[in-house]
Nanobody
Framework: QVQLVESGGGLVQPGGSLRLSCAAS?????????????MGWFRQAPGKERECVAA????????YYADSVKERFTIYRDNAKSMVYLQMNSLQPEDTAIYYC???????????????????WGQGTQVTVSS
């Protein structure tokens, strides 16, 4: 069992930046080591499906980004601290959503990720981009 806790959300003006953090813990996570988990950041806006905006694969740290966030968002991890981050720059109103951290052990690199690929989820953190 893996526990994920997000933080760093809030209200930001268009063009601004935020960094989301996800702290991972739990007996399963500690036993297997954070290095074997693929981590993802998803978001869900009202009335829309949950979509993966970024992921970092357990083997080799290959990254994935949705087209809508490429060149603006960066996902990275600190395995020693069991943390994963999402640096978000040039935020726009359409980025407004609840952002979720997700984890799945040994999830391989793929062209795209869906919510069904991940078994562990955080509670989410609200990001609002508005002037």
């Amino acid at each position: 069992q893996v526990q994920l806790v997000e933080s760093g959300g809030g209200l930001v003006q268009p063009g601004g930046s935020l960094r989301l953090s996800c702290a991972a813990s739990g007996p399963t996570f500690q036993y297997h080591s954070s290095r074997v988990y693929t981590m993802g950041w998803f978001r869900q806006a009202p009335g829309k499906e949950r979509e993966c905006v970024a992921a970092i694969v357990w083997s080799g740290d290959t990254t994935y980004y949705a087209d809508s966030v490429k060149e603006r968002f960066t996902i990275y991890r600190d395995n020693a601290k069991s943390m994963v981050y999402l640096q978000m720059n040039s935020l726009q109103p359409e980025d407004t959503a609840i952002y979720y951290c997700a984890a799945e052990r040994y999830l391989s690199s793929r062209y795209a990720y869906s919510a069904a690929d991940f078994g562990s989820w955080g509670q989410g953190t609200q990001v609002t981009v508005s002037s």
